[in-house]
């Protein structure tokens, strides 16, 4: 069984840029969400993907844009980066969308400068 | 949205000891996860507990839903436990299902 995997591992953008993320979910899962981790806090959830849809969004501004591949991967766009984007980005899938176990890949790092 | 407070902040423990970390939340809930971070950054599964209590070799977990709150127990910790361990639980936030976490807390298990 393939756990989560995420790419890459780690990047550096300068502010202003647009970067893409990416994410292939466990094998058997349907729903993908998305949490940004900055330093010394917990993640905070971006939105979920679920049959190619968006089916929830945190609080983050529209230029935080995702998509879902009829494999159930999934990518991350985020667009005009800002300085305090600079976290660790996190994906997670799960069989469904209610209150099943989400499994995490290793995390891509983002540095913006 | 949910609130999720997790207690101690930070804990250093001699090798061997035992400990317990707290989860409190604000809300009712259909998902409680607890994590361990390693310092590479991956999350890893421990728990899946919305309710009732599980072991697994040296850790074990209780949810109290009734009550809000949800403990980890460490046993006879090991250097390797070292790490921030989250609690994470589910619910309906902002009309979508999302898992909120704590702020973790941070164990030092020193030999």
């Known amino acids: 069984e393939t756990g989560v995997t995420q790419s890459p591992t780690h990047l550096i953008k300068t502010r202003g840029q647009q970067v893409t993320l990416r994410c292939s979910s466990q094998?058997?899962?349907?729903?993908v969400s998305w949490y940004q981790q900055a330093l010394g806090q917990g993640p905070q959830f971006i939105f979920q993907?679920?049959?190619?849809?968006?089916?929830g969004r945190g609080n983050f501004p529209p230029r935080f844009s995702g998509l879902q591949f009829p494999n159930y991967s999934s990518e991350l766009n985020v667009n005009a980066l800002e300085l305090d984007d600079s976290a660790l980005y996190l994906c997670?899938?799960?069989?469904?969308?209610?209150?099943?176990?989400?499994?995490f890949g290793p995390g891509t790092r983002l540095l913006v400068l | 949205g949910i609130q999720v407070e997790q207690s101690p902040p930070d804990l250093i423990l001699q090798e061997g000891a035992n400990s317990t970390l707290r989860c409190n939340f604000s809300?009712?809930?259909?998902?409680l996860q607890w994590f361990h971070q390693n310092p590479w950054g991956q999350l890893i599964n421990l728990f899946y507990?919305?309710?009732g209590t599980k072991q697994n070799g040296r850790l074990s977990a209780t949810t109290v839903a009734t009550e809000r709150y949800s403990l980890l127990y460490i046993s006879s910790s090991q250097t390797t436990d070292s790490g921030v361990y989250f609690c994470?639980?589910?619910?309906?936030?902002?009309?979508?299902?999302?898992?909120?976490f704590g702020k973790g807390t941070k164990l030092s298990v020193i030999p």
């Open positions: 994470a639980v589910g619910g309906i936030g902002a009309g979508s299902y999302q898992l909120t």
């Open positions: 993907y679920y049959r190619e849809e968006e089916n």
């Open positions: 094998s058997g899962h349907n729903t």
């Open positions: 809300d009712s809930v259909n998902n």
């Open positions: 507990i919305p309710s």
């Open positions: 997670a899938s799960s069989q469904g969308t209610g209150g099943e176990t989400q499994y």
